[in-house]
């Protein structure tokens, strides 16, 4: 036995890296294969390390794997990302002016309703149909449209029920009333609620009308065209600027006009808007539906003390919430729907909402297209020498139960509703904007830059001349029939928004 220990101290040479076979032998290295019994002295005097026991191994592949794309290659790819879908062949060659708006709407996409039918059932189809609008068509009419039924309705209704909105003078005792029959669950008829929430011009196209007058309309600021068959009542579909933009993205190639124009900067571009409305990411969610309902608008920016932008809330946003959530964070409902998307889409990345002024046109509509959003946040462009300064905590950091843990009480922002809302004593857990991810990596907020603007931008190109979406804009905060009734600070060391319209 003690004329074997030494071979077992004996260490054998580390291999080159030359010497090294490509593949791995099945037989067991000789420095590791054991001298003598188990329960022999010889082997309790040295045990080897795990160093020597890997010597005889080769070393991973890993440490000679060279990136496959360089950096200038990334950039390239950022700048200029390839659609998700190839072109459709049959645009192929056709100028985009001439194509007809029938050929790129579905009438299977259309959901309608009757005026009678309740708001509960109308609310389910909205969510449960994926579509953006639901139609409310008098069949004693031959199927006439008499109005839409959206998300900022919905939102309208439930700011109305929950006592946030105020009707004006004209209008406070048939709303109370509507109020009052909401909290009790009774049925209430679309058609008395279809006006509630800002609404933009009701506007319609015969199927055989050309692109140019969609993108003409469309760049003036309105959000979606219903396409009737031409000379009757039958719907063929609904274009929304959304569908258009997708579109023209995934068939540039065949348009060069705008084709030529995804390449180019936004800040070479002059695109966009400074006009921005956010909400900073401690107040109440109640305050963030309030400033969509007043403003119009169908999403804003959320920040941080620092305005950086840390999140997005939007009136879709609202199908994930519950009641009690009314007096939570917007941070905290933020952690809310990415917990809602996880659970229910399978989707756990975090949305990007953001660009700077040195994004591409490529870029920035390739983020719409693939977020399905309204707008994006122009940030200031990140410093090449310096990172982004970090965020004050003004709050400590808690995980966000995922919907349903908070109570088993709580009610679904869909009709109808409890008798009263949750008290503005109700605890819920605090989130700081500086917790959560990326709140360092987005900037702070500049501007946006919304669909309106890139079909603006495109119907300028193209030699048409829309008319000026702000106008449109003004016409639609002033189209609701019922306003938010004015109140202090909710909180008394910041305001509720931030306004940087200027």
Same mark, same amino acid.
């Given at each position: 036995?003690?004329?074997?220990?030494?071979?077992?101290?004996?260490?054998?040479?580390?291999?080159?890296?030359?010497?090294?076979?490509?593949?791995?032998?099945?037989?067991?290295?000789?420095?590791?294969?054991?001298?003598?019994?188990?329960?022999?002295?010889?082997?309790?005097?040295?045990?080897?390390?795990?160093?020597?026991?890997?010597?005889?191994?080769?070393?991973?592949?890993?440490?000679?794997?060279?990136?496959?794309?360089?950096?200038?290659?990334?950039?390239?790819?950022?700048?200029?990302?390839?659609?998700?879908?190839?072109?459709?062949?049959?645009?192929?060659?056709?100028?985009?002016? #001439?194509?007809?708006?029938?050929?790129?709407?579905?009438?299977?996409?259309?959901?309608?309703?009757?005026?009678?039918?309740?708001?509960?059932?109308?609310?389910?189809?909205?969510?449960?149909?994926?579509?953006?609008?639901?139609?409310?068509?008098?069949?004693?009419?031959?199927?006439?449209?008499?109005?839409?039924?959206?998300?900022? #309705?919905?939102?309208?209704?439930?700011?109305?029920?929950?006592?946030?909105?105020?009707?004006?003078?004209?209008?406070?005792?048939?709303?109370?009333?509507?109020?009052?029959?909401?909290?009790?669950?009774?049925?209430?008829?679309?058609?008395?609620?279809?006006?509630?929430?800002?609404?933009?011009?009701?506007?319609?196209?015969?199927?055989?009308?050309?692109?140019?007058?969609?993108?003409?309309?469309?760049?003036?600021?309105?959000?979606?065209?219903?396409?009737?068959?031409?000379?009757?009542?039958?719907?063929?579909?609904?274009?929304?600027?959304?569908?258009?933009?997708?579109?023209?993205?995934?068939?540039?190639?065949?348009?060069?006009?705008?084709?030529?124009?995804?390449?180019?900067?936004?800040?070479?571009?002059?695109?966009?808007?400074?006009?921005?409305?956010?909400?900073?990411? #401690?107040?109440?969610?109640?305050?963030?539906?309030?400033?969509?309902?007043?403003?119009?608008?169908?999403?804003?920016?959320?920040?941080?003390?620092?305005?950086?932008?840390?999140?997005?809330?939007?009136?879709?946003?609202?199908?994930?919430?519950?009641?009690?959530?009314?007096?939570?964070?917007?941070?905290?409902?933020?952690?809310?729907?990415?917990?809602?998307?996880?659970?229910?889409?399978?989707?756990?990345?975090?949305?990007?909402?953001?660009?700077?002024?040195?994004?591409?046109?490529?870029?920035?509509?390739?983020?719409?297209?693939?977020?399905?959003?309204?707008?994006?946040?122009?940030?200031?462009?990140?410093?090449?020498?310096?990172?982004?300064?970090?965020?004050?905590?003004?709050?400590?950091?808690?995980?966000?139960?995922?919907?349903?843990?908070?109570?088993?009480?709580?009610?679904?922002?869909?009709?109808?509703?409890?008798?009263?809302?949750?008290?503005?004593?109700?605890?819920?857990?605090?989130?700081?904007?500086?917790?959560?991810?990326?709140?360092?990596?987005?900037?702070?907020?500049?501007?946006?830059?919304?669909?309106?603007?890139?079909?603006?931008?495109?119907?300028?190109?193209?030699?048409?001349?829309?008319?000026?979406?702000?106008?449109?804009?003004?016409?639609?905060?002033?189209?609701?029939?019922?306003?938010?009734?004015?109140?202090?600070?909710?909180?008394?060391?910041?305001?509720?928004?931030?306004?940087?319209?200027?």
């Amino acid at each position: 036995m003690a004329d074997r220990t030494p071979s077992m101290e004996r260490k054998s040479p580390t291999p080159s890296r030359e010497s090294i076979s490509p593949s791995i032998s099945r037989e067991t290295p000789p420095n590791l294969k054991l001298s003598g019994s188990m329960g022999s002295v010889g082997s309790l005097n040295h045990r080897q390390s795990f160093t020597e026991q890997l010597r005889g191994h080769p070393g991973s592949p890993r440490a000679q794997r060279q990136p496959s794309l360089s950096q200038a290659a990334v950039q390239e790819l950022l700048n200029n990302p390839p659609a998700a879908n190839a072109g459709d062949p049959a645009f192929v060659g056709r100028d985009w002016k #001439d194509i007809r708006v029938g050929e790129l709407v579905r009438s299977d996409d259309v959901r309608s309703v009757s005026p009678e039918t309740g708001v509960e059932a109308a609310t389910k189809l909205l969510i449960d149909s994926g579509a953006p609008v639901v139609l409310i068509r008098d069949m004693s009419r031959g199927g006439a449209v008499v109005g839409t039924f959206d998300y900022s #309705d919905l939102n309208a209704y439930l700011l109305l029920v929950v006592g946030v909105a105020e009707p004006e003078e004209g209008n406070i005792t048939s709303f109370l009333e509507l109020a009052r029959k909401a909290r009790q669950g009774s049925t209430i008829p679309i058609k008395d609620v279809k006006d509630l929430g800002k609404k933009e011009p009701f506007v319609h196209l015969p199927h055989t009308a050309n692109l140019t007058k969609a993108v003409e309309i469309f760049g003036s600021g309105v959000h979606r065209i219903i396409v009737f068959k031409d000379g009757t009542n039958e719907i063929k579909g609904i274009l929304s600027q959304l569908r258009l933009v997708k579109f023209l993205w995934e068939n540039g190639k065949s348009f060069p006009v705008i084709d030529k124009l995804y390449p180019q900067y936004l800040k070479a571009l002059d695109i966009g808007s400074h006009q921005v409305i956010a909400i900073n990411g #401690d107040q109440p969610l109640a305050a963030a539906l309030e400033l969509l309902n007043n403003e119009g608008v169908t999403s804003l920016a959320v920040v941080d003390n620092n305005l950086n932008v840390v999140g997005n809330i939007s009136t879709v946003d609202v199908k994930v919430g519950k009641l009690p959530l009314l007096q939570s964070s917007c941070i905290h409902f933020i952690g809310v729907i990415l917990s809602s998307r996880g659970m229910n889409d399978g989707k756990d990345s975090v949305p990007v909402f953001h660009v700077n002024p040195f994004s591409t046109l490529a870029h920035t509509v390739a983020k719409l297209v693939a977020t399905r959003s309204q707008r994006m946040w122009v940030v200031d462009a990140p410093s090449p020498t310096a990172s982004a300064p970090p965020t004050p905590v003004s709050q400590p950091a808690v995980m966000v139960p995922p919907p349903g843990t908070l109570s088993s009480s709580t009610t679904p922002i869909t009709p109808g509703f409890p008798s009263s809302p949750t008290p503005s004593h109700t605890h819920f857990p605090s989130i700081s904007a500086s917790a959560l991810p990326g709140t360092n990596m987005s900037g702070r907020l500049n501007g946006v830059i919304s669909l309106t603007d890139i079909l603006n931008l495109f119907a300028r190109h193209s030699g048409l001349k829309p008319l000026d979406p702000n106008e449109t804009r003004r016409q639609r905060r002033r189209s609701s029939s019922s306003s938010i009734r004015g109140r202090p600070s909710m909180d008394s060391g910041r305001s509720s928004s931030v306004d940087m319209r200027r």
